[in-house]
Every structure is written in C-alpha cells, then in structure tokens.
C-alpha cells in the first residue's frame, strides 16, 4: 500500500514557465511534508518542507502548498531553470501504522526544463 | 564541510551472500537512516540509528541489519543476499533524533548493490 504517490512519472516544462509537481498521501497521520531533489548519481538533497499546521510555505523560486483535506500537496517553482531538471521526491512524515515514525516517500517525478 | 560519505559506491555480490555497507554521517549529526531505492520504486526506509541505538526500522526481513559506532558512523549489514536485493542504498544523517523524522536528513550518494 503506497502512501505517497506521485502518479507523474515525468513533466517536461520550458525555461521561464511554472513547474507544478503533485503529490498525493493516504495516512492522515502525516503532520511534515518535504521535498528532495535528487540529481543522477547524487543523493537526495533537501529542497524545502512544510508542516501541517500551514498551507504554504515559501524559499525563493519553491513554494509548497498543502490541501489537507484533499491529502494533497505540490511544488511550484518559479521561474523553472535548466538547472532545476532532476528527480524529485515528495517525502512525509507521521505515525506510520507500524508502531512508529517513518519517513515515507513517493516514487519521484523526473522534471525536464527544457531550454 | 565534508557531506555524508559512503563506501563503496559500487558493489557486486551474488545470491547468498553477505554484505556490509558503510556509512560516514556529517560531522556533529547523531543520527542515521539508511534506505533503499531499489528500480522504480521510492526510497524505502530501512533503519534509524541515533546514539548507538537502532530507533526504528521499515518493514524489512531481519536479514537486514546493521549498527552505529561511537562515532556515529553506521554499518549495513545485508545477509543471504536474494535478487530483489538490486538497489541503491543510501544513507542519510541528521542533527538530531527527533520524533517525526522533521530533521532535514542529508543524503550521501549511494552504494549500489547489484545481486546477480
């Protein structure tokens, strides 16, 4: 059972134009949201997180918006760059189910920002 | 300041085998994760390691283990290799341990285990 989904495997978006990646969770338990970026050969790096107490949360050209009752969230970036394309996780974090804590993450989504 | 370093970066083993995986988290961080991202799935947490103490582990066969030295450098222990064991392994460390993994983890680039 998959409890971050990003059903976008890939998005292709033209340099200057918004980029829009959506992420989706089951658990109502996640109560902290985060996004990695992850360059080939790289590990994830942090890009910017969200607590559920907010609906927004804004660092530069990333802005994460969270729709609790829809169990959504997504990462704009604006304006995309060449330098943006990778892949990209949506992670959560909450009472798991399991006993515990864990941190959970989406399959990814490859962002091409074509120039 | 050095990232979160891993050894080796590539790995061949084959079925039945055992194999360690190591870990240098960032200086200052006590914490590590340990995860596997094996093809087309997401990062699957595997385990938590913070002051020595193993916090948590996903939901993984106990073959699956490993350890965090006093330095807080972690190990990775995978015993009677199986095929499905083909991924990439990754660490991560974080400041602190606390409840809600809401510390930012910082990855290192990732062991990659092929199991023929």
């Known amino acids: 059972d998959q409890q971050v989904k990003q059903n976008s495997p890939s998005l292709s978006v033209q340099e200057g134009r918004i980029s829009i990646l959506n992420c989706d969770y089951t658990n109502s338990m996640f109560d902290y949201f985060l996004w990695y970026k992850k360059y080939p050969a790289e590990g994830p790096t942090f890009l910017i997180s969200i607590s559920s107490i907010k609906d927004k949360n804004e660092d530069g050209r990333f802005t994460v918006f969270l729709n609790k009752s829809a169990k959504h969230l997504s990462l704009h970036i604006v304006p995309s760059q060449p330098g943006d394309s990778a892949v990209y996780f949506c992670a959560a974090s909450g009472y798991s189910g399991a006993g515990s804590y864990q941190l959970t993450f989406g399959k990814g989504t490859k962002l091409s920002v074509i120039p | 300041e050095a990232g979160v370093t891993q050894s080796p970066t590539h790995l061949i083993k084959t079925r039945g085998q055992q194999v360690t995986l190591r870990c240098s988290p960032i200086?200052?961080?006590?914490?590590v994760y340990w995860y596997q991202q094996a093809l087309g799935l997401g990062l699957q947490f595997l385990l938590w390691?913070?002051?020595?103490?193993?916090?948590n582990r996903g939901n993984f066969p106990p073959r699956f283990s490993g350890r965090q030295f006093p330095n807080y450098s972690s190990e990775l222990n995978v015993n009677a290799l199986e095929l499905e064991d083909s991924a990439l392994y990754l660490c991560?460390?974080?400041?602190?341990?606390?409840?809600?993994?809401?510390?930012?983890?910082?990855f290192g680039p990732g062991t990659r285990l092929t199991v023929l």
């Open positions: 390691y913070d002051e020595g103490e193993e916090r």
């Open positions: 991560a460390s974080s400041l602190a341990a606390a409840g809600g993994f809401t510390d930012t983890q910082y």
């Open positions: 200086s200052g961080h006590t914490s």
